[in-house]
Nanobody
Framework: QVQLVESGGGLVQAGGSLRLSCVASGRTFSTYAMGWCRQAPGKEREFVAHISWSGGSTYYADSVKGRFTISRDNAKNTVYLQMNSLKPEDTAVYYC??????????????WGQGTQVTVSS
């Protein structure tokens, strides 16, 4: 069983920054793609960012491209999401996810419990 534990969420003013972290249990972290998704109140869960197992390939939703950066440290079993120039519409619960494929950024098999990000205007 894989556990994903997110941290780093909080309240920030528009234009500010936050960095989310996700620590994964298990010895196979470095062999899986990872990603972040989010769900805003009253909306469906949506894809945010994806990173390949090596960290050499990344993919972003158009809504966050140029503002968010996903990265990973396989030695620490950790994936990060650096969020800059935050907007009120980025307010959501952010979930760390484990990918099933390096080439498909939309398929995941494990989810974390989520961390709340609130951006005030």
């Amino acid at each position: 069983q894989v556990q994903l534990v997110e941290s780093g969420g909080g309240l920030v003013q528009a234009g500010g920054s936050l960095r989310l972290s996700c620590v994964a249990s298990g010895r196979t972290f470095s062999t899986y793609a990872m990603g972040w998704c989010r769900q805003a109140p009253g909306k469906e869960r949506e894809f945010v960012a994806h990173i390949s197992w090596s960290g050499g390939s990344t993919y972003y939703a158009d809504s966050v491209k140029g503002r968010f950066t996903i990265s990973r440290d396989n030695a620490k079993n950790t994936v990060y999401l650096q969020m800059n120039s935050l907007k009120p519409e980025d307010t959501a619960v952010y979930y760390c996810v484990r990918g099933t494929s390096d080439s498909d950024p939309y398929e995941y098999d494990y989810w974390g419990q989520g961390t709340q990000v609130t951006v005030s205007s």
